[in-house]
């Protein structure tokens, strides 16, 4: 099974802050990655697919990169609705494996 | 939208199904996937089947107890649950592809 090693696990900020979170693959998954976005009692939502492809509707504030086993995702400048846990998830081999996920919190 | 039912409370080594119905659209042609998520807890994939139901997979944690299948004519998939185990408590999701999602099932497992 390939680990999905996401870090940090929790971050303390404030709206107009820049937050980076890392995901780091047990091995090569090329540009097999989706990130998701989900608020407390809600569905997860994705963001991204392809490692760094926005998804249509989701804000050009949140951009993402990275390939082979290192991925980041960015919030440029966190707004009041960014404030959720954010997953990343592998699919190029099953079983797909999801990160531990992280917590954006506020400061 | 997908539409699921058949959670509940359940004791350790029973059984429960879950259903998931795509509503206002047809899935014949979608992969379907099972995610789970324990209170509290972080995201897990369960198990993916395929449109045309020839090729499903499982996580290793469910492999051997659970079953998928679906009926493209109801527009439904199913995740047989066997032998349940205090592990397997969590809310149940269904979803086509990675995008349109269930809105969760809750599965407690408790003696």
């Known amino acids: 099974d390939i680990q999905m090693t996401q870090s940090p696990s929790a971050v303390s900020a404030s709206v107009g802050d820049r937050v980076t979170i890392t995901c780091r693959a047990g091995?090569?998954?090329?540009?097999?990655l989706l990130w998701f976005q989900q608020k407390p009692g809600k569905v997860p939502q994705r963001l991204i697919f392809?490692?760094?492809s926005l998804r249509d509707g989701v804000p050009s504030r949140f951009s993402a990169s990275g390939s082979a086993t290192e991925f980041n995702l960015t919030i440029s400048s966190l707004q009041p609705e960014d404030f959720a846990t954010y997953y990343c998830?592998?699919?190029?081999?099953?079983?797909?494996?999801f990160g531990q996920g992280t917590k954006v919190e506020v400061k | 939208q997908l539409l699921q039912s058949g959670g509940g409370v359940v004791q350790p080594g029973g059984s429960l199904r879950l259903s998931c119905t795509a509503s206002?659209?047809?899935?014949?042609?979608?992969?379907m996937n099972w995610f789970r998520q324990a209170p509290g807890g972080g995201l897990e994939w369960v198990s993916t089947?395929?449109?045309?139901?020839?090729?499903?997979k499982y996580g290793d944690s469910v492999k051997g107890r659970f079953t998928t299948y679906r009926d493209n004519s109801e527009r439904t998939a199913y995740l047989q649950m066997n032998s349940l185990s205090l592990d397997d408590t969590a809310v149940y999701y269904c979803?086509?592809?990675?995008?349109?999602w269930g809105q969760g099932t809750l599965v407690t497992v408790s003696s």
């Open positions: 091995q090569v998954i090329s540009d097999y």
């Open positions: 998830l592998q699919h190029s081999t099953y079983p797909w494996t």
């Open positions: 089947i395929s449109g045309n139901s020839d090729i499903i």
């Open positions: 979803a086509v592809g990675v995008d349109v």
């Open positions: 206002g659209f047809g899935v014949s042609a979608a992969a």
């Open positions: 392809r490692s760094s």
